[in-house]
């Protein structure tokens, strides 16, 4: 597909389990984000990848929190240890750089119960 | 507090009539964009202004952006029902030259336009 695809579309755990979701950008994007949405709220910056550069992490709320990314394409966000808390919507993102135009996936709805 | 803030929270109205909603930021920006996110999912980016331009056109959007006062507009004309979504500002920052390339979005404006 020539969009950005997320897996999974929903995942329910239990409180202290670790979750890995993943995320497939648009073929050639050099940048890759990944955010937050709580219910109601507006989106919380969590990490960006720009090409080989070091990520920006400053946006994880926690060492729970890591995201890897292989070269330019997928990348995945493991949160440990899952609370309760870090039920929402994660939403990754792509571009090119310097256009900045981001291409949104569908989202994947944490539920941790 | 957010780079990017909408003014209003909400907004309510009639098919046909125009929807207004403001955006106001705090620090230099290379570019301010506008996106629509339907059913809590699936943002879709509308409409992109440089920090060199006053006003854009796309379809039935306009966006004027005031660098003094550092606020945006997003203006739709002859809503639709269509139209209910909510609406994100989101600003690339600008720095020592060159743009770090990372948005930050605001909280949004919820609107709701009745048939």
């Known amino acids: 597909g020539a969009g950005v695809s997320q897996s999974p579309s929903n995942k329910v755990t239990e409180k202290g389990k670790d979750v890995e979701l993943r995320c497939d950008p648009i073929?050639?994007?050099?940048?890759l984000y990944w955010y937050r949405q709580r219910l109601g709220q507006g989106l919380e910056f969590l990490i960006y990848f720009q090409g080989n550069s070091a990520p920006d992490k400053s946006g994880l709320p926690s060492d729970r929190f890591s995201a890897e990314r292989t070269g330019e394409s997928v990348s995945t966000l493991t949160i440990q240890r899952t609370q309760q808390e870090d039920s929402a919507v994660y939403l990754c993102a792509s571009g090119t750089r310097g256009y900045n135009e981001q291409f949104f996936g569908p989202g994947t709805r944490l539920t941790v119960l | 507090s957010q780079q990017g803030e909408e003014d209003p929270q909400a907004l309510s109205i009639q098919e046909g009539e125009n929807a207004t909603m403001n955006c106001s930021y705090k620090t230099s920006i290379n570019n301010l964009q506008w996106y629509r996110q339907n059913s809590g999912r699936g943002l879709v980016h509308l409409i992109l202004i440089r920090s060199n331009e006053r006003e854009k056109h796309s379809g039935r959007l306009r966006v004027t952006l005031d660098t003094s006062k550092k606020s945006s507009s997003l203006l739709i004309t002859a809503s639709r029902a269509a139209d209910t979504a909510s609406y994100f500002c989101a600003t690339d920052a600008w720095a020592g030259g060159t743009s770090y390339g990372k948005l930050t979005f605001g909280q949004g404006t919820i609107l709701t336009v009745h048939p």
């Open positions: 073929s050639g994007h050099t940048a």
